[in-house]
């Protein structure tokens, strides 16, 4: 069973910092991480994978997972010349050791996700020649051949278009319904209502709530600053 224990954790760099956050999850959850642009949700997201270190307090993981943590960085973030088959084999690594060279099932893995993405017809094109939403996208099936116990996912949704936007949420349920535990940043607020809690990065510092209390008009004015209204068709969150 995966278990995150989040004990003070301060986060920070570059002079920023983040507030303490207390936090006990556990695999099978989807955990939104929202707040306006430079509130530390990145930060965070580093923090827990790994690649900055933390100010103060601790974070740990018990998993008995081959693959402990999978970070998803910003769009934008990775350039490769490799075809999108053979960057979303690469997420495979952990798997193969010293061994060189990627297996016929680290390929079938890839195309699975790639599939499952909807996105299978990419799969020899040059990652570096795919328009942005298209390399988001090889970059999540990169993440989810990783078999990762805690998969950490920055603006998953961002620069997608609804149909494979889509795709992405029903990917990150089912990395939580197979008893992973999946943390996302995101400006969506209509994914962060389906989440199954919410850390919210605001001026007072980092909270976590159920959806319905961080996405409340109050909680929305105190984060950016606007008014929000709630869709009569579908009862999600949008801003006015």
Not at 70 to 75: E, S, T, V
Not at 76 to 88: K, R
Not at 142 to 163: F, G, T
Not at 209 to 236: H, W
Request: charged letters at 20%; a neutral charge; proline letters at 8%.
């Amino acid at each position: 069973m995966t278990r995150l224990d989040l004990d003070q954790l301060s986060v920070g760099r570059d002079g920023f910092r983040l507030g303490a956050l207390d936090l006990q999850a556990r695999g099978g959850e989807v955990i939104a991480v929202i707040g306006p642009n430079g509130a530390g949700k990145t930060t965070l997201l580093k923090t827990l994978a790994r690649l900055v270190p933390p100010l103060s307090g601790s974070a740990a993981i018990e998993t008995n997972a081959l693959c402990p943590v999978a970070y998803l960085p910003p769009p934008g973030a990775v350039a490769a010349g490799f075809s999108a088959l053979h960057l979303t084999a690469l997420g495979r690594a952990a798997r193969r050791g010293w061994s060189p060279g990627l297996a016929p099932a680290d390929l079938e893995a890839a195309r699975a996700a790639l599939t499952r993405l909807d996105v299978s017809d990419l799969a020899d094109r040059p990652f570096d020649h795919l328009s942005s939403g298209q390399q988001q996208l090889v970059l999540v099936a990169r993440l989810m051949v990783q078999d990762a116990a805690v998969c950490l996912l920055d603006e998953p949704l961002a620069m997608l278009d609804p149909a494979h936007a889509t795709a992405i949420e029903r990917a990150v349920r089912d990395l939580a319904d197979a008893g992973r535990l999946v943390i996302a940043s995101t400006h969506g607020l209509a994914f962060a209502a389906r989440a199954d809690r919410v850390i919210a990065l605001g001026p007072d510092g980092p909270a976590v709530l159920p959806p319905g209390e961080a996405l409340s008009p109050a909680r929305m004015a105190q984060l950016f600053g606007v008014a929000v209204t709630v869709c009569p068709c579908c009862g999600q969150p949008g801003v006015a």
